[in-house]
């Protein structure tokens, strides 16, 4: 059977490069020792905001931008899937259909598996595989599920939020959530009414949030019509010059670590027995107490 290696991934076989994020989503047993030997040095590029806010026509006016520069991109396109089947419902090819056919661009979608953050629990190494294969730009796009994508944060060197118009009634929740992981602001279909208005109090916003060397740029776009695409990119390259001289890039080190550390460690977690004990207490009319059943397996 065909088995990727360090050297068929950095060569940019797409086979190889495939197959290892194959085995790194589905833990097979060669899995580690792959990753144990790869690094890479791309720049990792997260874009989240809620559904409708035009990310996917973002994504793929910027990504035909870089490439008409010369720059090779990956694309992990994050697509919601069902927490008991674990299969994808959406389709990067629905989304992204101008890319596909590209020299310089490799598409990968990938099923989120319930994951509650927006993000597909083997994100970390699949990114991992990507930046081994010498991409310039690793793009994320994740679910639209609102503010628990504050997951991208985790991942990415840059985190782009995009949101549109009609989001102007929503800014004090973005306050508390979302605005807090935003490195770069997109005011996207700024071609509706309010779109200055808006984006003059998210700058106002970002003004008064600014920290370390950093003020969070907003940039207002119109993706279907490639308005703005070139501003972005440099707002993008900008801070890729400053993103690992910031703390929250040995934050951000530290917290893939302990993810994957965390992950391994409740590998072999007995959730068929964990199901038993439930039924167990449900069979005898009993509401489960959930922590005296954990306590059991620490």
Known sequence: MFQPTPDSIA?????????AISWVENQHPKAAELLENLNGNSKVVGFTGP????????VNALVLHWS?????????????????NLGSLLGDRLRMPGLFLHENVFI?????????????TAIIEITDVLKHAGFDFIVIETVGV???E???????????VVSVPESGDEVQTLKSG?????????????????????????????????KENWETPVVQTVATQSTGIEILSDAIQ?????????????????????????????????????????????SQNQEPNIYKIAKKYL
Request: net charge positive.
């Open 178 to 210: 979302i605005m807090e992981i935003a490195d770069i602001f997109v005011v996207n279909k700024s071609d509706r009414e309010g779109a200055e208005t808006f984006a003059n109090h998210l700058k106002q916003l970002a003004h008064t949030r600014s």
């Open 68 to 84: 008409s520069l010369g720059y090779k991109t990956a694309i992990v396109a994050v697509d919601p899937s069902s927490p008991f």
């Open 238 to 282: 900008r801070h890729a010059q400053i993103a690992k001289k910031q703390f929250r890039y040995k934050q951000l080190l530290a917290d893939k670590i302990y993810k994957i550390v965390q992950r391994e460690k409740m590998k072999h977690l007995p959730m068929k027995e964990i199901m038993a004990d439930i039924e167990s207490k449900l």
């Open 11 to 19: 060569s940019g076989d797409e086979r190889s490069i495939a197959r």
């Open 108 to 120: 990968r979608s990938v099923s989120s598996r319930g994951s509650l953050g927006g993000l597909s």
């Open 146 to 148: 609102g503010q628990s």
């Open 51 to 58: 559904p409708g806010a035009g990310k996917s026509s973002l």
């Open 150 to 160: 504050i997951e991208i944060a985790g991942i990415a060197d840059t985190t782009v």
